[in-house]
């Protein structure tokens, strides 16, 4: 049948720090980087917009712990040896927020395609949570068209005794 097969010697983990990050709002350009220009995506992150970050390849690692996760939470405990940005290799979609430390922060949109967080040196709990607003805005909407109804049963009610 002619089958393929390929094997990736060096995925991505599904998490990590990098502490060289570039700022780069061009997708081909950031393709480029990696194909062309054979850059390391282990070593180095394009974010859309954000800041530089000047580190030259960490020391050591660092460690990313998976704490929870589904289709709408992950939850992640990180030590970060340096100024990093964690990469969550989860698609960027707007909906999402992060927190870090029981703090909001930005979500950096990390090589077009994932979602990332800046990280100072330290022991850290990251949450990232997907509440889109048209969600929020159906449910508000929901409740709002309920209780208009209530009340005109309510009044209809006592109209016609």
Do not use: K
């Amino acid at each position: 049948l002619g089958l393929v097969r390929y094997r990736l010697t060096d995925p991505l983990p599904r998490a990590y720090l990098v502490d060289r990050v570039e700022v780069e709002p061009d997708s081909v350009a950031v393709l480029n980087h990696f194909i062309a220009e054979a850059e390391d995506p282990h070593r180095i992150a394009y974010v859309s917009a954000g800041r530089p970050l000047r580190g030259a390849g960490m020391e050591r690692a660092g460690a990313v712990r998976w704490l929870e996760g589904n289709n709408h939470s992950v939850r992640l405990a990180v030590e970060a040896p340096a100024p990093s940005l964690l990469v969550l290799t989860d698609t960027w979609y707007p909906g999402w927020t992060a927190t870090v430390d029981g703090r909001p922060v930005a979500i950096a949109r990390v090589n077009w395609r994932f979602r990332g967080v800046y990280l100072a040196p330290g022991e850290h709990h990251v949450h990232f949570d997907y509440r889109p607003n048209r969600i929020v805005l159906g449910a508000a909407l929901s409740v709002l068209g309920l209780l208009a109804m209530s009340g005109l049963v309510i009044a209809g009610g006592r109209g016609g005794a």
